[in-house]
């Protein structure tokens, strides 16, 4: 899933409750949860980091800002310790997972077990069914977004 749904739903996470240890916990665990869903994201088909293009690399970095700048419009316009809480803890596990630190955290017990299961967790879509997580991704995302503004 692209990390603006997981800020997103990290921060309807964060609006919706005060405790900010359930908050996390929720959160982190709404990550897994979206990730079940079939989707498309810019690793679906690439084995490896090198894979990626540089449009590939644009998209993630866009990606990455939209869902922090709404994730931030979101805290300072509700409850901002609340919604920052959620969101961070909703992006965790792929910033864990995804960034250059990985290859020496794999070496450690936790860390290995933790990408095992993130990487059997996310959804896999073979290239035909692209259009399927697209979709599905686009439901999801219209989805939050009506919580988080119509309720």
Known sequence: ?????HFLLGALIGMSLENLLLIALLAFISHFLLDAIPHFDQGSFKHRKEDLTARDWGFIVLDVLIGFA?????????????????AFFAVLPDVINNFAWKFKLLKKPFFKQFHELHDKIGFKLTPEFLWLGILLEGVVIATILALLFFS
């Open 70 to 86: 709404l994730a931030l419009f979101l805290a300072f316009k509700f409850s901002f310790w609340q919604v920052a809480f959620g």
């Open 1 to 5: 899933m692209i990390a603006i749904a």
